[in-house]
């Protein structure tokens, strides 16, 4: 079972930064790629960033492109978020995901976006951003 543990939450003034980091824990843990994704309070789950686990390519949401960098280390099995530049809309409860090993077309062809290819969630950590 593969279990994933989001760190690094809080609370931060808008302009400033913060980083969020996901630890994978399993004994056969592998994945295709790993997201982050947040949710605000009365909206769906939207898509931020993810990462494919071998290669390293990387996608953005466009409301955080430039802003937020999403990186891994296979070695630790991590995944982490840094968030700069942050806005109050930023705001939202914040989740890593990891896909199968073996993803859909769909999934490789739309950059890793839906949350519905994802297999494992983490419980989600919150951030807010103030004005």
């Known amino acids: 079972q593969v279990q994933l543990v989001e760190s690094g939450g809080g609370l931060v003034q808008a302009g400033g930064s913060m980083r969020l980091s996901c630890a994978a824990s399993g004994r056969t843990f592998d994945t295709y790629a790993m997201g982050w994704f947040r949710q605000a309070p009365g909206k769906e789950r939207e898509f931020v960033a993810a990462?494919?686990?071998?290669?390293?390519?990387?996608y953005y949401a466009d409301s955080v492109k430039g802003r937020f960098t999403i990186s891994r280390d296979k070695a630790k099995n991590t995944v982490d978020l840094q968030m700069n530049s942050l806005k109050p809309e930023d705001t939202a409860v914040y989740y890593c995901?990891?896909?199968?090993?073996?993803?859909?077309?769909?999934?490789?062809?739309?950059?890793?976006?839906?949350?519905?290819?994802?297999?494992?969630w983490g419980q989600g950590t919150q951030v807010t951003v103030s004005s």
């Open positions: 990462i494919r686990w071998s290669g390293g390519s990387t």
């Open positions: 995901a990891a896909e199968p090993p073996l993803p859909s077309t769909r999934a490789v062809i739309t950059g890793h976006r839906d949350p519905k290819e994802y297999d494992y």
